[in-house]
């Protein structure tokens, strides 16, 4: 009997193969995820030596009323308006580029595409999909302005010395 | 009789030594020649045989020999400008002001790889417009059009992190900008950022991590994508041939022997 000489693979041979290629696929599935843990984090650095977010301005009195004082180190406008003093965030919400104020026309201008804005961030025209954000201002213990460049507030939030 | 020029290098190839490193010994039989090019690791890639007509000037303008002679003039020109490059942020303007005004055949160096790059991108392009208008690209060569548009994307990605090298205003203002607009991703765009820079803005993380991308990782994929190129043109049948093209040549052919004659 043809039966007798070559029996069919028994059903628990077929799944003892079956369960060890699941195995092996599934700890290789298992191995490429750790992988892909490992170098994302790997990539993400945990300490940065970039500049603290904390500025000081300096003496409020060193802003005269309606002026406007771009720091080019941190990005930040400091602005003494009429209402009192505030923080604009100085780099364009286009691509990142930083802005200029133009104290001829009275506004915030971008170089890179054209963007301009109003004293007070709202946008005028350009690719800039949001105004310029406010930053949070305080004023510390020893009289100087204090901004956080990390910390976004609503617009028309002065602070008066 | 003296000998030829010829029989002199006949003589050479039958030596032991030559017949250690190159397998397929004199002779100039069709075997011989093939074997010629299957036993050599760089030139198994292409085809032992080729028409005539494929490799004349017409066909392709050579534009793909001629990205391949950029890309192995960049190799060689950045591994020298690497020799006196410090990727690190108080010394990588300075350097390459020194490559332009102290180093000896710097300047010469530099702009030859500037150049180059330009050359580079202009070519790749030329050559991909030249294989689609002659139909190249269609099967059994699609595939091999991929690999070319991934080519493209690493000659592009070359370019970019090779901008941010000098680190002059120009640099640092284009790589800002470059990598914002990767922060233009849905949802990932400002992980792709962070990945890419190294941190929130164009720093000293970002100027390492560009030139690690630029003199290592980009290099090796393009070469590890070069080969497969060449190596799809002899397995997709050899360089393309419009179907029209014997045609043309012959009248072509006729119209010059009736000038001639």
């Known amino acids: 009997m043809a039966d007798e000489k070559h029996p069919p693979e028994s059903a628990a041979d077929l799944n003892r193969r079956a369960f060890f290629v ?35 301005a300096g003496n409020p009195e060193s802003y005269p009323v309606d002026s406007v004082t771009l720091d080019v180190n941190s990005g930040i406008y400091i602005i003494h308006a009429k209402e009192g003093f ?4 100085a780099v364009c919400t286009h691509l990142g580029c930083l802005t200029a104020w133009k104290p001829d026309l009275g506004i915030i201008a971008c170089p890179c595409h054209g963007s301009r804005f109003q004293q007070n961030g709202q946008k005028i025209e350009g690719p800039a999909p949001k105004p310029l954000p406010w930053k949070r201002m305080w004023v510390n213990d020893d009289g100087d302005l204090m901004v956080d460049r990390s910390t976004d507030i609503r617009p028309l939030q002065f602070v008066r010395v | 009789m003296a000998k030829t020029v010829t029989q002199y290098f006949d003589d050479l190839r039958d030596t032991r030594v030559w017949r250690s490193i190159f397998r397929s010994g004199t002779g100039t039989s069709t075997l011989h020649r093939s074997l010629a090019i299957q036993q050599n690791v760089f030139l198994h890639l292409f085809s032992t045989k080729v028409r005539r007509r494929m ?7 050579y534009l793909g020999t001629l990205t391949l002679g950029t890309f192995l ?17 108080p010394q990588a303007y300075a350097d390459a002001k020194d490559l332009q005004f102290v180093v000896s055949s710097g300047l010469f160096l530099r702009n030859l790889h500037r150049w180059s790059a330009h050359a580079m991108v202009f070519l790749v392009f030329a050559h991909m417009f030249k294989v689609f208008y002659r139909g190249a690209y269609r ?19 070359l370019s970019y992190t090779g901008y941010l090298l000098p680190w002059d205003q120009l640099a640092f203002w284009a790589i800002t900008v470059g990598s914002n607009i990767a922060s233009a991703v849905p949802l990932l765009g400002n992980r792709i950022h962070f990945l890419l820079l190294g941190g929130n803005s164009v720093n000293a993380n970002a100027l390492l991590r560009f030139y690690v991308l630029h003199c290592m990782i980009l290099p090796l994929t393009a070469i590890f994508f070069i080969a497969i190129h060449f190596w ?3 397995k997709d049948g050899g360089l393309y041939a419009h179907p029209s093209e014997p045609a043309t040549l012959r009248a072509r052919a006729a119209a010059v022997g009736k000038e001639a004659q």
Do not use: C, D
């Open chain 1, 22 to 56: 699941k195995l092996g696929l599934g700890s290789l599935s298992i191995a490429a995820a750790g992988t892909a843990v490992f170098a994302y984090q790997f990539l993400s650095p945990n300490v940065l030596y970039e500049p603290s977010p904390t500025i000081n």
């Open chain 2, 55 to 61: 490799v004349s000037v017409g066909a392709t303008w």
């Open chain 2, 73 to 89: 003039i960049l190799v060689i020109t950045g591994i020298l400008l690497m020799l006196y490059y410090h990727p690190s942020v």
């Open chain 2, 139 to 157: 099967p059994p060569r699609e595939f091999n059009w991929v690999i070319g548009v991934i080519l493209l994307l690493i000659t592009l990605l």
């Open chain 2, 232 to 234: 799809r043109i002899r």
């Open chain 1, 86 to 89: 505030f923080s604009l965030s």
